[in-house]
T-cell receptor
Framework: AQTVTQSQPEMSVQEAETVTLSCTYDTSESDYYLFWYKQPPSRQMILVIR??????QNATENRFSVNFQKAAKSFSLKISDSQLGDAAMYFCAYRSAISGATNKLIFGTGTLLAVQP | DTGVSQDPRHKITKRGQNVTFRCDPI?????LYWYRQTLGQGPEFLTY????????KSRLLSDRFSAERPKGSFSTLEIQRTEQGDSAMYLC??????????FGDGTRLSIL
């Protein structure tokens, strides 16, 4: 079975600074997707960024980028130029890309990011 | 795109009562998922529909839980004889094959 581990329950960053959130996962599958989702307090879960395992190039979305290390099964999220609106719970998630799979997401326990003004 | 809609946002009930939640997915999405999220944890998969067919159920989904998706449109999740341990946020997500899932705001269930 696949597992996702986020070892940082809480992180803090100063506004305009850079922060990196860690995620490791375990799988025996070769084809899969990895995601970072953001969940602001009492608000909807929003997709931040996704990475296809077959792609060597790290995904980027504006101020958000990932460091995907397939051999190490590591998938960290870097937030540059942090803004107050980035404060939220961040979840790392895994999804199988095997044909016929349900595409269900397997989540880590989350990292609560605080942004200090 | 009106997004995934869940109703109600909050539900408070006494232990032993039955509750039903509704999820309206994004209209063109044929896949619908239910997840449960307890405090301090990530969401856990409960069940999955492709169109009207329920194709996978987690072992977390005891026989007190039932989900339906008639006509492949909205879905309902019913919990019978609620227990304290059922207190959680119930999240619905929808999507299409190969695309990321879009989540609703969730229904927060509190058992008195």
């Amino acid at each position: 079975a696949q597992t996702v581990t986020q070892s940082q329950p809480e992180m803090s960053v100063q506004e305009a600074e850079t922060v990196t959130l860690s995620c490791t996962y375990d799988t025996s599958e070769s084809d899969y997707y990895l995601f970072w989702y953001k969940q602001p307090p009492s608000r909807q879960m929003i997709l931040v960024i996704r990475q296809e395992a077959y792609k060597q190039q790290n995904a980027t979305e504006n101020r958000f980028s990932v460091n995907f290390q397939k051999a190490a099964k590591s998938f960290s999220l870097k937030i540059s130029d942090s803004q107050l609106g980035d404060a939220a719970m961040y979840f790392c998630a895994y999804r199988s890309a095997i044909s016929g799979a349900t595409n269900k997401l397997i989540f880590g326990t989350g990292t609560l990011l605080a942004v200090q003004p | 795109d009106t997004g995934v809609s869940q109703d109600p946002r909050h539900k408070i009930t006494k232990r032993g009562q039955n509750v039903t939640f509704r999820c309206d997915p994004i209209s063109e999405h044929n896949r619908l998922y239910w997840y449960r999220q307890t405090l301090g944890q990530g969401p856990e998969f409960l069940t999955y529909f492709q169109n009207e067919a329920q194709l996978e159920k987690s072992r977390l989904l005891s026989d007190r839980f039932s989900a339906e998706r008639p006509k492949g449109s909205f879905s309902t999740l019913e919990i019978q004889r609620t227990e304290q341990g059922d207190s959680a946020m119930y999240l619905c997500a929808s999507g299409t094959m190969g695309q990321p899932q879009h989540f609703g705001d969730g229904t927060r269930l509190s058992i008195l």
